[in-house]
């Protein structure tokens, strides 16, 4: 009896391994592929631009100097507060990174408020891409996060799949007679 429920387990832990992989190919190799750009954003300037140096530490410009030098930029598209999606302060590296709702990026001198780089970021677009969210809310939570959650699953059946044969092998020797 035992043995045919453990052979039952089996059979339905291979169908479901199989099937999970199946039903979560496509998002998991968005996942993947997404995941190992995000890995290399600091050594590929092409995903996200590389962090120069300013020439003091602490800012020393006024906001509305911040937003005259964006503006500046026409690649930036900032005509205003609204375009800005953020503003990263690096006082160590004494710049300031202004990030454009265009997704592109403007470091300038923390001291001087000098235009030092002007690039195109596309980090943040695919970390939108590696959660799901680029796509819409409900992909993100209706097939990113079920992805998830099957590939824990496979990961739990495919254990079992490599464990179970140790284990019979195991009690077999076991009850070998010697």
Not at 39 to 58: A, C, F, M, N, Y
Not at 112 to 140: M, N, P, T
């Amino acid at each position: 009896m035992a043995k045919k429920g453990r052979n039952r387990t089996a059979k339905w832990t291979r169908k479901a391994h199989r099937w999970g992989a199946v039903v979560v190919a496509l998002p998991f190799i968005v996942v993947l592929s997404s995941g190992v750009l995000l890995q290399l954003k600091k050594q590929i300037d092409w995903i996200q631009p590389h962090t120069v140096r300013g020439v003091g530490g602490s800012p020393s410009i006024s906001f509305s100097h911040v937003l005259e030098a964006a503006m500046a930029v026409p690649e930036a598209e900032i005509n205003g507060w609204a375009d800005i999606d953020r503003v990263d302060v690096r006082p160590e590296h004494g710049i300031l990174k202004v990030r454009a709702k265009s997704r592109w990026e403007v470091q300038l001198d923390a001291q001087s408020g000098e235009v030092l780089q002007v690039a195109y970021r596309r980090s943040d677009l695919i970390e939108s891409i590696h959660d799901g969210s680029f796509f819409s809310s409900g992909v993100k939570l209706w097939l990113f996060l079920p992805t998830a959650l099957l590939l824990i699953g496979l990961w739990a059946t495919g254990l079992y799949l490599f464990v179970a044969p140790h284990l019979v092998k195991r009690e077999r020797n076991r009850l070998r007679p010697k």
